[in-house]
Nanobody
């Protein structure tokens, strides 16, 4: 059974940092792309970042480039999203997702976690 479990969300002041984790199980981690997405109330879900474990390539949305960093620990089957210089507009539920092969942040993902809330206060 494929499982993706996010953790690390919380409340932080603007300018602060958080690190999200996505622990994966039930599939061959090295063969999958893992993406981070977010959805704020009343807004559509948007892709934030992704990493292709097969070749290590990474992608970022323009709104987070230079502030967020995605990384993967293949030994732990876990992907991290380090979020620095957080802004109130980063407030959303953050989800990780997985798809076999190579993908970008606008790709179709097959498996989704339950999400973790990130709230950035001004």
């Amino acid at each position: 059974e494929v499982q993706l479990v996010e953790s690390g969300g919380g409340l932080v002041q603007a300018g602060g940092s958080l690190r999200l984790s996505c622990a994966a199980s039930g599939f061959t981690f090295d063969d999958y792309a893992i993406g981070w997405f977010r959805q704020a109330p009343g807004k559509e879900r948007e892709g934030v970042s992704c990493i292709n474990n097969s070749d290590g390539s990474t992608y970022y949305a323009g709104s987070v480039k230079g502030r967020f960093t995605i990384s993967s620990d293949n030994a732990k089957n876990t992907v991290y999203l380090q979020m620095n210089s957080l802004k109130p507009e980063d407030t959303a539920v953050y989800y990780c997702a997985a798809v076999q092969g190579v993908a970008g942040i606008d790709g179709e993902y097959d498996y989704w976690g339950q999400g973790t809330q990130v709230t950035v206060s001004s």
